[in-house]
């Protein structure tokens, strides 16, 4: 089977709105870029590899060939991969960061409405109304209460999670990666993708039994 392209115009917007509709079905998919013979989506390609070594070297190779829209899947986790695949630094811990201090500025807010303005008949400690000290406490709860949401959220939306289902579970060759085989798979989204040229790099990187998977619609 063979894939063919339909169009590469507004290849971000496109890749945006179809990671979009993978999480909300009612989102309607963009019109594809690649079809199958049979007019299928083309979800992407993806090779096997026969050890852990190949699969390493092949991920750098990818990695320098430009592709960012791809992944490595493993029976267990190979030391170093994420170097391979030229992973960034994750910005994770900066979005804990600026939720954690907006819910810390926000317990401080709340509570100085309260002492300072809504209401100002009640003391704390003999501070003025409006003191911070008092407040401490909840801003430090409020603070944490926001990281540890942030980190959790973040955490799944960073990482496309949670889906409804992926195209590459209807690949038993994709299967096997849980069992002892090593897979490669560059997703057709990406904007260095061509059915014939990553097909090729696939192949001079070692993979083996190439495998074009569809999307169901």
């Keep these: 089977m063979s894939a063919r392209s339909t169009t590469r115009k507004g290849a971000p917007e496109m890749s945006m709105l179809s990671t979009v509709s993978d999480y909300l079905p009612f989102v309607p998919k963009p019109r594809p870029q690649f079809v199958t013979e049979n007019g299928a989506r083309v979800h992407g390609l993806i090779a096997e590899y026969a050890s852990a070594p190949e699969v390493f070297h092949a991920a750098e ?11 490595v899947h493993a029976p267990f986790p190979i030391h170093g991969i994420e170097h391979a695949m030229g992973h960034k630094k994750t910005i994770l811990p900066y979005i804990v960061f600026s939720i954690a201090l907006g819910g810390a500025f926000l317990g401080w807010l709340m509570q100085y409405w309260m002492t300072a303005v809504d209401y100002t008949g009640f003391t704390v400690q003999g501070k003025p109304y409006g003191a911070w000290e008092p407040f401490t406490m909840i801003i430090f709860e409020l603070g944490v209460l926001h990281a540890a949401f942030a980190s959790l959220i973040g955490m799944l939306m960073l990482n496309g999670l949670p889906r409804w289902n992926h195209p590459l579970f209807s690949s038993e060759r994709f299967l096997s990666a849980s069992q002892g085989g090593f897979i490669i798979g560059i997703e057709a989204t990406d904007k260095s993708f061509d059915p014939e040229a990553t097909r090729k790099l696939l192949e001079e990187t070692g993979g083996t039994d190439i495998e074009i998977i569809e999307d169901e619609d």
């Design 61 to 71: 190779k990818i990695r320098d060939a430009g592709y960012t829209k791809w992944d």
